[in-house]
């Protein structure tokens, strides 16, 4: 599983959406917020942490 991969889908899929739904009509705010878009701004980075707690001698049963 490549968390990344999914990190970078989840988020053009919400930038997709996002263009779709909105409709802009004053060009300096269009610009304005294009290029705030192409910084994405409105997107952190993936967070990736490790459980300190996690055993790895635990195993998953199947449900």
Known sequence: MNVFGIHEQLIDAYDRFIRSATVIRDAKVGNF??????KKSQWPGPWLS??????????????
């Not at 917020?33 to 192409?38: I, S, V």
């Open 33 to 38: 917020l294009e290029d705030d878009l192409k």
């Open 50 to 63: 490790l459980n300190l707690f996690l055993s790895t001698t635990v195993r998953l049963r199947r449900v």
